[in-house]
């Protein structure tokens, strides 16, 4: 079981990954050159997370998904204010408190879950943006 789990993670951060540099990050207001530094510490730390769980580092593991939580609330994470965009930064922080809890609890099948929901949420918010950068839409109102 612990074996599939790993295959199926590795996998979808592959896909994931391959998807990010196939396409590239989107172009936003300040420059998706700005950005680049920015991007390579979230995917180290997504790698960190991975290797963690391959190794079932409960330790590393919690403290990477904490880092990669905390890269959510830093100013270059907000490139867009739309609610959907608002709602995915929400979606991923849930899916890093998950696996801050499984790495606690030294569950690594509940962190191996986390990890690919994670990067489901990296996945549909990179395709979001590149959908919706260019546009660039404001916050709708309530």
Known sequence: MKRFVL???LLTVLLGIGSWRAYG???VAQGPER???FMQRKLEHSKA???ALAIEDFDKLAKNAQDLSLLSLESNWNVLT???YIQQSSDFRRACRV???AAHEKNVDRAAL???DL???CVECHKYMRKNAAVGKPRSQP
């Open 7 to 9: 295959a199926t993670i």
């Open 25 to 27: 990050e989107p172009q």
């Open 35 to 37: 950005l680049k530094p």
């Open 49 to 51: 997370i991975l290797e």
């Open 82 to 84: 739309t609610d959907e």
């Open 99 to 101: 696996i801050q809890e």
């Open 114 to 116: 986390g990890f690919m």
């Open 119 to 121: 990067t489901v949420r």
